[in-house]
């Protein structure tokens, strides 16, 4: 089997999904080979800079357009933004061949330190431990840190495991999880240049 060249890889990597419901209505499209550029719009400001933090440290562009019930609260907006995103990022994979498949990052910012890791293994599964100590950052439920990896994690069928290992600030402890996650995932979806197939003993992901 010939080996994918890098480029070829970059022509597909791109995917644009949509989700409207009664409570949302959200486009998104990411690019796993691009600079961090982001254009970013969900109606919880925090939630866009949190957004910003994973894509340009992950340098994927991305645009998210959101349209949600705020008036309600910041859930189902950042759920199913959530799950956009793991869709999107499953489909610009496509059939993972050539990737390391894994990824880690312990990302510090100032007194807090966050472990990222992520095996993009067709299995969801979210280890999360963080304990924030405020309700709110902005408009932005903290526990939605939370709900917004597992749908992440679940929609588009990876292993995430994300720890705050030490604590302090929660605008630090947010922010850093998600720059950890932007990292570990782009070290994930990064080239492999000794393998062409799927880096699997069962051949498939």
């Given at each position: 089997m010939n080996k994918r060249s890098w480029q070829d890889m970059k022509k597909n990597r791109i995917a644009s999904c949509k989700r409207k419901t009664?409570?949302?209505?959200?486009?998104?499209?990411?690019?796993l080979d691009g600079h961090g550029k982001n254009q970013i719009d969900t109606g919880i400001p925090f939630f866009d800079h949190m957004l910003d933090g994973f894509a340009r440290h992950g340098l994927f562009d991305l645009t998210v357009s959101v349209k949600g019930d705020t008036e309600v609260d910041s859930h189902h907006t950042i759920e199913d933004t959530g799950i956009v995103l793991g869709h999107a990022i499953a489909e610009a994979l496509g059939d993972k061949a050539?990737?390391?498949?894994?990824?880690?990052?312990?990302?510090?910012?100032?007194?807090?330190?966050?472990?990222g890791?992520?095996?993009?293994?067709?299995?969801?599964?979210?280890?999360?431990?963080?304990?924030?100590?405020?309700?709110?950052?902005?408009?932005?439920?903290?526990?939605?840190?939370?709900?917004?990896?597992?749908?992440?994690?679940?929609s588009a069928a990876m292993n995430l495991h994300l720890k705050i290992l030490d604590a302090g600030n929660n605008h630090h402890m947010a922010e850093a999880l998600f720059k950890a996650f932007g990292k570990a995932l782009d070290l994930a979806v990064s080239e492999e240049p000794r393998i062409s197939e799927v880096w699997s003993t069962k051949g498939s992901l």
């Open positions: 009664k409570e949302t209505d959200i486009e998104l499209t990411i690019n050539g990737i390391k498949r894994y990824g880690y990052f312990i990302l510090p910012m100032d007194e807090t330190l966050a472990l890791a992520v095996d993009l293994s067709g299995r969801p599964y979210l280890n999360f431990q963080a304990e924030f100590t405020v309700p709110f950052l902005g408009t932005m439920d903290t526990e939605m840190v939370r709900e917004f990896f597992y749908a992440v994690s679940y």
